[in-house]
C-alpha cells in the first residue's frame, strides 16, 4: 500500500526548520539595510573631506552641492562655484596634480532605499576657503540620511571649522557613536 502526502511528523519537523531559518534571516536583511545606510553617509563624507583637502591643496574655494530631500537626491563637487549635480558633466573638479576635470558626484541611484535631508542652509551649498579648508559662512551643517523601511538614520554634521563626523541618529550604527 502507497500513501501520498506527508505525514504528521514530517510537517512539524519541516515548520520547525523553516521557523529556525526566519529567524536567522531577518537579522541579516536589518544588517544590509543599516550597511546601505552608512554607505550613504560615508560617501558624502569622502565628498566632504575631498572638497576640504582640494581647497586647501589648490588655494581656491571649492563648492560642495546637495541637491533634493527624501527619496531624489544627488551631491557633489565644483571649483567652478555651485553646480547642479542633477545634471551629468555638470560638477566637475581637476584634483591636484591631473589635467583633466573629473566628475564627482553621487546620487540615490547608487543607494537604494535612502532618502537624504540637507539642513537647508545656503541652498544646499558649503563652501569651503581655500586658506584653512574652513566653512565659508562659519555655519555647521548636517545632514541625515535615512533608510525604509526600517528607518535606520546616519547624520553627517561639519562644524565651522570644516571638520566632519558622522553619527546614528537614534543609535549607533556600525562602528559610529549616536549624536
Known amino acids: 500500500m502507497t500513501r501520498d502526502g506527508f505525514t504528521l511528523i514530517e510537517l512539524l519537523v519541516t515548520i ?14 536589518n544588517q544590509i539595510e543599516q ?11 569622502n565628498h566632504v573631506q575631498l572638497a576640504r583637502t582640494e581647497a586647501i591643496k ?21 571649483s567652478q562655484g555651485p553646480c547642479s549635480c542633477s545634471e551629468t558633466g555638470s560638477c566637475s573638479l581637476v584634483l591636484a596634480g591631473n589635467e583633466e576635470p573629473s566628475e564627482i558626484r553621487t546620487s540615490n541611484e547608487a543607494f537604494r532605499n535612502i532618502a537624504m535631508e540637507s539642513d537647508g542652509v545656503n541652498d544646499g551649498v558649503i563652501e569651503f576657503d581655500s586658506v584653512r579648508g574652513t566653512l565659508l559662512g562659519g555655519q555647521a551643517r548636517s545632514i541625515t540620511f535615512t533608510s525604509s523601511p526600517n528607518n535606520f538614520q546616519m547624520r553627517l554634521e561639519v562644524n565651522p571649522i570644516g571638520r566632519p563626523r558622522l553619527c546614528g541618529v537614534d543609535r549607533p550604527l556600525g562602528a559610529y557613536r549616536q549624536c
Open 35 to 45: 550597511r546601505r545606510t552608512i554607505g550613504a553617509a560615508e560617501d558624502m563624507l
Open 58 to 78: 589648490q588655494g581656491r574655494n571649492i563648492f560642495l552641492v546637495s541637491e533634493g530631500n527624501g527619496g531624489e537626491w544627488c551631491h557633489g563637487i565644483s
Open 16 to 29: 520547525a526548520v523553516l521557523a529556525i531559518l526566519v529567524t536567522v534571516a531577518i537579522p541579516a536583511f
